[in-house]
T-cell receptor, first 110, second 117 residues
């Protein structure tokens, strides 16, 4: 399972775009990159997943360069409700286990 | 779709008692379920992987006799904390995987807050 490294915390303001970068230098060929969001005292919520290039859904975009050694989660126009911990995971996940790193605590201010 | 529930959401018990936590996949069949625990301001720590009809696989350092896991059906897994002590107080979260569809998605339950007095 690839080890991931991401910033411990980030601050932003409402309406800004937030980019959280995660490094996964030893990512394997079959590994996918997945991001989860967690609010206090709740279970994590799936945000987005990708393998390479760019993936976009209704809440976020995920940018993965060609070497796949890092990835960037982009949250457009954040609001106060986006204040949460964001986890980046990289592993081959066909129903396989997920190992969570420390996550990035995002604080969105008015 | 893909909803996972946990029961109870919160439990307080006396030291030495056992507590059972249920994890259910409400609208899909989960061949694999996972149990995590999370301490305040810390990340989720995987405790065990539970496959329907077989014994759970525990992560290193997790006592299988202390944390009993049963996965009797494709929609239900239970975690029993036996002879609970204050140090077992934590937030326990389960997740369920459909496997093979949207690759890599695991669906998490809302968590159970266990407080051992």
């Amino acid at each position: 399972l690839a080890k991931t490294t991401q910033p411990i915390s980030m601050d932003s303001y409402e309406g800004q775009e937030v980019n959280i970068t995660c490094s996964h230098n030893n990512i394997a060929t079959n590994d996918y990159i997945t991001w989860y969001q967690q609010f206090p005292s709740q279970g994590p919520r799936f945000i987005i997943q990708g393998y390479k290039t760019k993936v976009t859904n209704e809440v976020a975009s995920l940018f993965i360069p060609a070497d796949r050694k890092s990835s960037t989660l982009s949250l457009p126009r954040v609001s106060l409700s986006d204040t949460a911990v964001y986890y980046c995971l990289a592993d081959y996940n066909q129903g396989g286990k997920l190992i969570f790193g420390q996550g990035t605590e995002l604080s969105v201010k008015p | 779709g893909a909803v996972v529930s946990q029961h109870p959401s919160r439990v307080i018990c006396k030291s030495g008692t056992s507590v059972k936590i249920e994890c259910r996949s409400l609208d899909f069949q989960a061949t694999t379920m996972f149990w995590y625990r999370q301490f305040p301001k810390k990340s989720l720590m995987l405790m065990a992987t539970s496959n329907e009809g077989s014994k759970a696989t525990y992560e290193q350092g997790v006592e299988k006799d202390k944390f009993l896991i049963n996965h009797a059906s494709l929609t239900l897994s239970t975690l029993t904390v036996t002879s609970a002590h204050p140090e077992d107080s934590s937030f326990y979260i389960c997740s369920a995987s459909r496997g093979g569809q949207l690759q890599g998605e695991q669906f998490f339950g809302p968590g159970t807050r266990l407080t051992v007095l």
